[in-house]
């Protein structure tokens, strides 16, 4: 499984409606200072619910929809709502249909060889609204991430390895070290649950 297509509707800096194709194997993306390469991988941390483990750069929720008058620190007059989807090519089958039907609530789903992970923030004058949508329909943050995980995508997991990630690995003791390594090759799942069955 792997992100095909990202597609941003007022996220940040992005206040046109931008479609991002990714590639199966290497995808880089290039440009200058504040042109909005790590917006892009904010997005993904943003639809995928993994924001809050992997620090997305928001101090909050509606700091993320696109303000017109951001770099001047101008209250936004813009839009009331960001919208980010991420369309998995799942043509390997890592998330088999009944995981999708069981994540969406539902047997219609829709085209499961492509599935789309879709969220939404809206900003009222005095609250703020999220919401996410799994091959359109509307699921709760942890039905997203019950299906993530079968594809051992998982908040506290290195799928996403953000800038520092890499120094904090380094500095940590090997104890620490092996932990991630559990962690990735799917093993701490079973400690974790060797833990609970010894506790019983
Ligand atoms: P660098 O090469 O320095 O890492 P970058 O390409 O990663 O740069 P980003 O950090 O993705 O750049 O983009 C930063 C820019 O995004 C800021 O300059 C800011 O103008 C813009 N930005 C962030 N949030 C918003 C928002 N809500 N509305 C409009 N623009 C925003
Ligand atoms: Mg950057």
Redesign the pocket.
């Known amino acids: 499984m792997h992100i095909k297509e990202l597609v941003l509707e007022n996220?940040?800096?992005?206040?046109r409606k931008t479609r991002i194709p990714f590639y199966e194997d290497f995808t880089v993306?290039t440009?200058?200072?504040?042109?909005?390469?790590?917006?892009?991988?904010?997005a993904v941390l943003f639809a995928l619910g993994l924001a809050r483990a992997r620090g997305i750069?928001?101090q909050k929720l509606t700091?993320?929809?696109?303000?017109?008058?951001?770099?001047d620190g101008a209250e936004?007059a813009?839009p009331n709502e960001?919208s980010v989807e991420v369309v998995l090519d799942n043509s390997d089958g890592s998330l088999d249909r009944g995981q999708i039907v069981n994540a969406a609530g539902s047997e219609d789903v829709g085209d499961v060889e492509e599935v789309t992970i879709r969220r939404r923030v809206k900003e009222t004058e005095d609250n703020y609204y999220s919401y996410y949508y799994l091959n359109g329909r509307s699921v709760n943050l942890s039905d997203i991430q019950d299906l993530l995980a079968q594809a051992g995508v998982t908040p506290e997991g290195y799928n996403v390895v953000m800038q520092g990630d890499v120094t904090e690995i380094i500095n940590m003791t090997p104890h620490e070290r092996r932990e991630i390594i559990d962690q990735i090759a799917g093993v701490a799942e079973f400690d974790a649950k060797k833990e609970d069955a010894f506790e019983e």
């Open positions: 996220f940040k800096s992005f206040g993306v440009g200058p200072n504040g042109s909005g390469k790590s917006n892009i991988i904010d750069r928001a700091d993320l929809i696109y303000n017109p008058g951001f770099d936004n813009g960001a």
